[in-house]
Protein backbone atom coordinates (compact mmCIF):
# COMPACT_ATOMS: atom_id res chain seq x y z
CA UNK A 1 0.00 0.00 0.00
CA UNK A 2 1.27 3.46 -0.88
CA UNK A 3 2.57 5.84 2.35
CA UNK A 4 0.37 8.74 2.81
CA UNK A 5 1.55 11.72 0.62
CA UNK A 6 -0.05 15.11 -0.37
CA UNK A 7 -0.23 16.06 -3.79
CA UNK A 8 -0.91 20.04 -3.95
CA UNK A 9 -1.48 21.85 -7.13
CA UNK A 10 0.18 22.76 -10.04
CA UNK A 11 2.54 19.51 -9.20
CA UNK A 12 3.82 16.33 -11.29
CA UNK A 13 3.32 13.27 -9.44
CA UNK A 14 5.53 10.22 -10.74
CA UNK A 15 5.28 6.32 -9.96
CA UNK A 16 5.60 3.24 -10.67
CA UNK A 17 3.02 0.18 -10.93
CA UNK A 18 5.54 -2.53 -10.39
CA UNK A 19 3.45 -5.05 -11.24
CA UNK A 20 2.21 -4.10 -14.31
CA UNK A 21 5.91 -3.19 -15.78
CA UNK A 22 4.35 0.42 -15.98
CA UNK A 23 5.32 3.92 -14.95
CA UNK A 24 3.64 7.07 -15.37
CA UNK A 25 3.01 10.61 -14.08
CA UNK A 26 -0.01 12.58 -13.10
CA UNK A 27 -0.49 15.94 -13.48
CA UNK A 28 -2.71 18.81 -11.35
CA UNK A 29 -2.92 22.25 -12.86
CA UNK A 30 -4.79 24.61 -10.94
CA UNK A 31 -3.68 28.33 -10.26
CA UNK A 32 -1.11 28.22 -12.62
CA UNK A 33 -3.55 27.04 -15.62
CA UNK A 34 -6.17 29.79 -14.75
CA UNK A 35 -3.52 32.25 -14.68
CA UNK A 36 -2.46 31.13 -18.68
CA UNK A 37 -6.49 31.09 -19.70
CA UNK A 38 -8.17 34.15 -17.92
CA UNK A 39 -5.10 36.56 -19.19
CA UNK A 40 -6.53 36.18 -22.60
CA UNK A 41 -10.14 35.88 -21.94
CA UNK A 42 -10.03 32.89 -24.46
CA UNK A 43 -13.62 31.46 -25.47
CA UNK A 44 -14.34 28.21 -23.64
CA UNK A 45 -13.71 25.99 -25.96
CA UNK A 46 -10.47 27.45 -26.57
CA UNK A 47 -9.52 27.53 -23.51
CA UNK A 48 -10.45 23.45 -23.10
CA UNK A 49 -7.84 22.89 -25.62
CA UNK A 50 -5.29 24.88 -24.59
CA UNK A 51 -5.80 23.84 -20.98
CA UNK A 52 -5.30 19.69 -22.67
CA UNK A 53 -2.21 20.98 -24.58
CA UNK A 54 -0.49 22.30 -21.31
CA UNK A 55 -0.90 19.20 -19.53
CA UNK A 56 0.04 17.09 -22.05
CA UNK A 57 3.56 19.26 -22.44
CA UNK A 58 4.13 18.89 -19.06
CA UNK A 59 3.59 15.31 -18.78
CA UNK A 60 6.25 14.48 -21.75
CA UNK A 61 8.27 18.00 -21.03
CA UNK A 62 8.85 16.87 -16.85
CA UNK A 63 10.74 13.77 -18.16
CA UNK A 64 13.68 15.55 -19.21
CA UNK A 65 16.94 14.92 -17.51
CA UNK A 66 18.31 18.25 -18.12
CA UNK A 67 17.83 21.95 -17.88
CA UNK A 68 16.49 22.56 -21.40
CA UNK A 69 13.11 23.46 -23.03
CA UNK A 70 10.06 20.95 -24.56
CA UNK A 71 7.75 22.99 -27.00
CA UNK A 72 4.53 21.49 -28.19
CA UNK A 73 2.86 23.24 -31.55
CA UNK A 74 0.19 22.57 -33.09
CA UNK A 75 -0.62 24.05 -36.57
CA UNK A 76 -4.06 23.55 -38.20
CA UNK A 77 -6.68 24.24 -40.62
CA UNK A 78 -9.50 24.73 -37.88
CA UNK A 79 -10.93 27.35 -36.01
CA UNK A 80 -7.65 27.68 -33.66
CA UNK A 81 -4.87 27.99 -35.94
CA UNK A 82 -1.94 27.15 -33.43
CA UNK A 83 -1.08 26.56 -30.01
CA UNK A 84 2.36 26.84 -28.43
CA UNK A 85 2.58 25.49 -25.29
CA UNK A 86 6.75 26.54 -23.49
CA UNK A 87 8.02 24.24 -20.84
CA UNK A 88 11.09 25.46 -19.67
CA UNK A 89 12.67 22.72 -17.24
CA UNK A 90 12.51 22.03 -14.37
CA UNK A 91 9.25 24.00 -13.60
CA UNK A 92 8.46 27.05 -16.09
CA UNK A 93 5.25 27.18 -17.94
CA UNK A 94 4.08 29.47 -20.78
CA UNK A 95 1.25 29.00 -23.29
CA UNK A 96 -0.70 30.92 -26.06
CA UNK A 97 -3.51 29.91 -29.06
CA UNK A 98 -3.84 31.65 -32.21
CA UNK A 99 -7.49 31.62 -33.19
CA UNK A 100 -10.39 32.78 -35.51
CA UNK A 101 -12.68 34.09 -33.35
CA UNK A 102 -16.01 34.33 -36.29
CA UNK A 103 -15.26 30.04 -36.53
CA UNK A 104 -14.96 29.23 -33.10
CA UNK A 105 -18.31 31.12 -32.47
CA UNK A 106 -19.59 29.20 -35.28
CA UNK A 107 -18.49 26.06 -34.38
CA UNK A 108 -19.66 26.49 -31.21
CA UNK A 109 -22.69 27.48 -32.39
CA UNK A 110 -23.11 24.07 -34.33
CA UNK A 111 -22.09 22.14 -31.65
CA UNK A 112 -18.54 21.30 -32.84
CA UNK A 113 -16.65 23.04 -30.28
CA UNK A 114 -14.84 20.13 -29.16
CA UNK A 115 -10.55 20.50 -29.52
CA UNK A 116 -10.48 17.65 -32.09
CA UNK A 117 -13.22 19.74 -33.78
CA UNK A 118 -11.31 23.18 -32.73
CA UNK A 119 -8.08 21.79 -34.30
CA UNK A 120 -8.87 20.05 -37.53
CA UNK A 121 -6.60 18.68 -40.25
CA UNK A 122 -2.57 19.40 -39.22
CA UNK A 123 0.37 18.55 -36.96
CA UNK A 124 1.65 18.73 -33.92
CA UNK A 125 5.46 19.48 -33.51
CA UNK A 126 6.85 18.11 -30.16
CA UNK A 127 11.01 20.15 -29.89
CA UNK A 128 13.50 19.41 -27.39
CA UNK A 129 15.93 22.46 -26.85
CA UNK A 130 19.20 21.59 -25.07
CA UNK A 131 20.71 25.01 -25.35
CA UNK A 132 22.65 26.75 -27.91
CA UNK A 133 25.64 24.28 -28.17
CA UNK A 134 23.26 21.43 -28.53
CA UNK A 135 21.08 20.32 -31.21
CA UNK A 136 17.35 20.43 -31.58
CA UNK A 137 15.53 17.20 -31.87
CA UNK A 138 11.98 17.31 -33.23
CA UNK A 139 9.07 14.60 -33.85
CA UNK A 140 6.08 15.55 -35.57
CA UNK A 141 2.76 13.82 -35.84
CA UNK A 142 -0.15 14.31 -38.33
CA UNK A 143 -3.37 15.69 -36.58
CA UNK A 144 -6.09 14.32 -38.81
CA UNK A 145 -9.04 14.53 -36.36
CA UNK A 146 -7.51 12.90 -33.91
CA UNK A 147 -7.06 13.87 -30.39
CA UNK A 148 -4.10 15.22 -28.22
CA UNK A 149 -4.15 11.81 -26.32
CA UNK A 150 -4.16 9.30 -29.13
CA UNK A 151 -1.34 11.80 -31.30
CA UNK A 152 0.79 11.75 -28.21
CA UNK A 153 0.14 7.97 -28.36
CA UNK A 154 0.79 7.99 -32.06
CA UNK A 155 4.44 10.10 -31.59
CA UNK A 156 5.73 7.52 -28.61
CA UNK A 157 4.86 4.54 -31.60
CA UNK A 158 6.69 6.30 -34.11
CA UNK A 159 10.00 7.66 -32.46
CA UNK A 160 10.35 6.16 -29.14
CA UNK A 161 8.82 2.91 -29.82
CA UNK A 162 7.10 2.69 -26.35
CA UNK A 163 3.84 1.72 -25.74
CA UNK A 164 2.12 4.50 -23.94
CA UNK A 165 -1.34 6.23 -22.87
CA UNK A 166 -2.15 9.34 -22.40
CA UNK A 167 -5.64 10.90 -20.83
CA UNK A 168 -6.32 14.80 -20.32
CA UNK A 169 -9.00 16.21 -18.72
CA UNK A 170 -9.86 20.08 -18.31
CA UNK A 171 -12.71 21.72 -16.34
CA UNK A 172 -13.74 25.09 -15.01
CA UNK A 173 -15.07 24.53 -11.06
CA UNK A 174 -16.71 26.64 -8.65
CA UNK A 175 -14.20 27.64 -5.56
CA UNK A 176 -16.09 28.58 -2.69
CA UNK A 177 -14.89 32.32 -1.86
CA UNK A 178 -13.32 32.31 -5.82
CA UNK A 179 -15.99 31.93 -7.86
CA UNK A 180 -15.11 30.22 -11.43
CA UNK A 181 -11.96 28.72 -11.55
CA UNK A 182 -9.99 26.34 -14.46
CA UNK A 183 -8.05 23.29 -14.13
CA UNK A 184 -6.52 20.64 -15.66
CA UNK A 185 -5.29 17.45 -15.10
CA UNK A 186 -3.67 14.24 -17.02
CA UNK A 187 -2.22 10.76 -16.70
CA UNK A 188 0.32 8.94 -18.83
CA UNK A 189 1.83 5.29 -18.42
CA UNK A 190 4.26 4.00 -20.58
CA UNK A 191 5.33 -0.04 -20.62
CA UNK A 192 8.56 -0.52 -19.86
CA UNK A 193 9.35 -4.24 -18.74
CA UNK A 194 12.54 -5.61 -18.73
CA UNK A 195 12.67 -7.39 -21.55
CA UNK A 196 12.73 -5.95 -24.79
CA UNK A 197 10.83 -8.58 -26.36
CA UNK A 198 7.59 -7.83 -24.75
CA UNK A 199 7.67 -4.48 -25.94
CA UNK A 200 7.65 -5.33 -29.60
CA UNK A 201 3.79 -4.66 -30.14
CA UNK A 202 1.71 -2.51 -32.83
CA UNK A 203 -0.40 -1.37 -29.75
CA UNK A 204 -3.16 -0.90 -32.02
CA UNK A 205 -6.52 -1.15 -30.21
CA UNK A 206 -8.30 -4.92 -30.37
CA UNK A 207 -12.10 -3.94 -31.51
CA UNK A 208 -14.93 -5.90 -30.39
CA UNK A 209 -13.30 -8.70 -29.59
CA UNK A 210 -15.26 -11.06 -27.46
CA UNK A 211 -14.46 -11.29 -23.79
CA UNK A 212 -11.45 -13.98 -22.95
CA UNK A 213 -10.10 -13.65 -26.72
CA UNK A 214 -6.53 -13.23 -27.54
CA UNK A 215 -5.91 -10.42 -28.94
CA UNK A 216 -3.00 -10.28 -31.87
CA UNK A 217 -0.93 -7.70 -33.33
CA UNK A 218 -0.42 -7.05 -37.06
CA UNK A 219 2.94 -9.26 -36.74
CA UNK A 220 0.65 -12.21 -35.52
CA UNK A 221 2.11 -11.84 -31.68
CA UNK A 222 0.27 -11.52 -28.74
CA UNK A 223 -0.24 -8.09 -26.97
CA UNK A 224 1.49 -8.86 -23.59
CA UNK A 225 -1.06 -8.97 -20.56
CA UNK A 226 0.34 -7.21 -18.50
CA UNK A 227 0.06 -3.74 -20.80
CA UNK A 228 -3.25 -4.94 -21.53
CA UNK A 229 -4.42 -4.81 -17.83
CA UNK A 230 -3.02 -1.56 -17.59
CA UNK A 231 -4.85 0.48 -20.72
CA UNK A 232 -7.80 -1.25 -19.72
CA UNK A 233 -7.28 -0.19 -15.77
CA UNK A 234 -6.55 3.73 -17.35
CA UNK A 235 -9.53 3.26 -19.33
CA UNK A 236 -11.36 3.83 -16.27
CA UNK A 237 -10.03 6.89 -15.25
CA UNK A 238 -12.83 9.76 -16.03
CA UNK A 239 -12.72 13.46 -16.22
CA UNK A 240 -13.17 14.77 -12.88
CA UNK A 241 -10.78 12.43 -11.24
CA UNK A 242 -8.08 14.19 -13.00
CA UNK A 243 -9.42 17.77 -12.42
CA UNK A 244 -11.16 17.45 -9.24
CA UNK A 245 -9.05 18.96 -6.09
CA UNK A 246 -11.53 17.09 -3.55
CA UNK A 247 -9.40 13.54 -5.41
CA UNK A 248 -6.27 12.93 -4.93
CA UNK A 249 -3.78 12.01 -7.41
CA UNK A 250 -2.57 9.31 -4.75
CA UNK A 251 -6.40 8.22 -4.58
CA UNK A 252 -6.26 7.79 -7.97
CA UNK A 253 -3.55 5.90 -8.70
CA UNK A 254 -4.26 3.44 -5.90
CA UNK A 255 -7.67 2.85 -7.31
CA UNK A 256 -6.30 2.00 -10.46
CA UNK A 257 -3.24 -0.30 -9.36
CA UNK A 258 -3.49 -1.55 -5.15
CA UNK A 259 -3.78 -5.14 -6.72
CA UNK A 260 -0.38 -4.91 -8.56
CA UNK A 261 1.43 -2.48 -6.26
CA UNK A 262 1.87 1.09 -7.14
CA UNK A 263 4.76 3.42 -5.47
CA UNK A 264 4.61 7.19 -5.69
CA UNK A 265 7.20 9.19 -6.17
CA UNK A 266 8.34 12.96 -4.71
CA UNK A 267 6.09 15.50 -7.00
CA UNK A 268 7.82 18.47 -8.73
CA UNK A 269 6.36 22.01 -8.68
CA UNK A 270 5.09 23.48 -11.75
CA UNK A 271 4.89 27.66 -12.22
CA UNK A 272 3.04 29.47 -14.57
CA UNK A 273 6.03 32.10 -15.68
CA UNK A 274 7.15 33.95 -19.04
CA UNK A 275 10.52 34.09 -20.30
CA UNK A 276 9.94 37.56 -21.89
CA UNK A 277 11.75 40.64 -20.92
CA UNK A 278 12.83 44.23 -21.88
CA UNK A 279 15.96 43.04 -22.94
CA UNK A 280 14.84 39.87 -24.87
CA UNK A 281 12.22 42.10 -26.76
CA UNK A 282 15.19 45.18 -27.03
CA UNK A 283 17.11 42.13 -28.83
CA UNK A 284 14.59 40.71 -30.38
CA UNK A 285 13.89 44.11 -32.70
CA UNK A 286 17.38 44.56 -33.37
CA UNK A 287 17.12 41.40 -35.24
CA UNK A 288 14.44 42.61 -37.52
CA UNK A 289 15.70 44.30 -40.51
CA UNK A 290 15.52 48.71 -40.16
CA UNK A 291 12.58 48.49 -42.49
CA UNK A 292 10.66 45.78 -40.90
CA UNK A 293 11.70 48.48 -37.57
CA UNK A 294 10.64 51.28 -39.13
CA UNK A 295 6.85 49.98 -40.35
CA UNK A 296 6.92 48.83 -36.49
CA UNK A 297 6.83 53.09 -35.60
CA UNK A 298 3.28 54.56 -34.72
CA UNK A 299 2.22 57.74 -35.33
CA UNK A 300 3.62 59.28 -32.58
CA UNK A 301 6.73 57.76 -33.40
CA UNK A 302 6.86 55.13 -30.78
CA UNK A 303 6.89 51.36 -31.16
CA UNK A 304 4.75 49.10 -28.93
CA UNK A 305 5.26 45.02 -28.42
CA UNK A 306 2.86 42.59 -27.00
CA UNK A 307 3.86 39.56 -25.44
CA UNK A 308 1.30 36.74 -27.44
CA UNK A 309 2.13 34.55 -24.28
CA UNK A 310 1.69 36.77 -21.06
CA UNK A 311 0.55 40.19 -23.01
CA UNK A 312 2.68 42.06 -21.40
CA UNK A 313 3.05 45.52 -23.35
CA UNK A 314 6.94 47.03 -23.86
CA UNK A 315 6.81 50.16 -25.25
CA UNK A 316 9.56 52.18 -26.63
CA UNK A 317 9.51 55.85 -26.86
CA UNK A 318 10.28 57.92 -29.85
CA UNK A 319 13.93 58.28 -28.76
CA UNK A 320 14.31 54.81 -28.34
CA UNK A 321 12.42 54.44 -31.47
CA UNK A 322 14.67 56.32 -33.41
CA UNK A 323 17.40 54.50 -31.52
CA UNK A 324 16.47 50.45 -33.07
CA UNK A 325 14.98 52.28 -36.09
CA UNK A 326 18.71 52.99 -36.96
CA UNK A 327 20.66 50.09 -35.63
Not at 155 to 164: A, G, H, L, V
Not at 259 to 283: D, L, N
Request: aromatic share 6%; with cysteine.
Amino acid sequence: MMEPHLMEDDHILPFQAEGLDVRGRVVRLGPAIDTILRRHDYPAPVSRALGEAAALTLLLGTTLKFDGRFILQTRTDGPVRMIVVDFQAPDRVRACATFDRAAVDEAIAAGRSSTIDLLGQGHLAMTIDQGPDMARYQGIVALEGESLEAAADQYFRQSEQIPTRVRLAVAENYVAGKGQSWRAGGMMIQFLPSSPDRMRMADLPPGDAPEGAEILQQDGTLEDDAWVEAKLLMGTVEDHELTDPTVPAEELLYRLFHERGVRVFESSPVIEKCRCSREAVTSMLRNFSQQDRRDMVADDGSITVTCEFCNTRYEFDKAEADELAKA
